[in-house]
């Protein structure tokens, strides 16, 4: 149980055009999703929080209208890279926390990676 | 600040030896507490996790790991590490960070090789 999944795995997109990573939870409801970014050896920077049915909370540093982010649905959110640009290549991981836990463990997707050239 | 230290950026172990992966935490309450483990181009798996209660926890593929308050530690260990435990371990803490929402804070992870 507590699979979620990314679509697509990998993406790659010229420079200016916008690309957007899809994260599902298939089977539970959540809530919370998070979105984070990976650059090669380094740990996940946490992006934004994505409530269903409210904004998202970007953290700081992180531009809210390049990454917009849509948590439409419990089981559905999605982060679309806007006007991207040879540096937002990066890994982006969603994870998705089981609504209604007290406590606190995320559950991750596999990860997209994203080329912008 | 809450923040995670591991301290050791790369490990390598013969397959069969024991492991300790080491993690340190600063938060000024009673942290959750999570290792993950991320294999190449993939996402991160849940090894195990720490809330409250006994502070000795067991987790998947044989791994446990320790919450020693005093110390602010939480490391990792196995007994008898397999080559496909290769993999990046990260520790993380889950903190109450501005809000309700609590968020992972996570370390810069730990490379472990296992060679034959």
């Known amino acids: 149980g507590a699979v979620v999944s990314q679509h697509p795995s990998w993406v790659i997109c010229k420079s200016g055009t916008s690309v957007k990573i899809e994260c599902r939870s298939l089977d539970f409801q959540a809530t919370t999703m998070f979105w984070y970014r990976q650059f090669p050896k380094q740990s996940l920077m946490l992006m934004a929080t994505s409530n269903e049915g409210s904004k998202a909370t970007y953290e700081q540093g992180v531009e809210k209208d390049k990454f917009l982010i849509n948590h439409a649905s419990l089981t559905l959110s999605t982060l679309t890279v806007t006007s991207a640009h040879p540096e937002d290549s990066s890994f982006y991981i969603c994870?998705?926390?089981?609504?209604?836990?007290?406590?606190?463990?995320?559950?991750f997707g596999p990860g997209t990676r994203l080329t912008v050239l | 600040a809450q923040s995670v230290t591991q301290p050791d950026i790369h490990i390598t172990v013969s397959e069969g030896a024991s492991l300790e992966l080491r993690c340190n935490y600063s938060?000024?309450?009673?942290?959750?507490l999570f290792w993950y483990v991320q294999s190449p181009g993939q996402g991160l798996q849940l090894l195990l996790k720490y809330f409250s209660g006994d502070t000795l926890v067991q987790g998947i593929k044989g791994f446990e790991a320790e919450f020693k308050r005093s110390q602010s530690s939480f490391n990792l260990r196995k007994p008898s590490v397999h080559w496909s435990d290769a993999a990046e371990y990260f520790c993380a803490v889950g903190a109450l960070y501005g809000g309700a929402t609590n968020k992972l804070i996570f370390g810069t992870g730990t490379l472990l090789a296992v060679q034959p």
């Open positions: 994870s998705a926390r089981i609504a209604g836990q007290r406590t606190d463990t995320q559950y």
């Open positions: 938060y000024g309450a009673t942290p959750y």
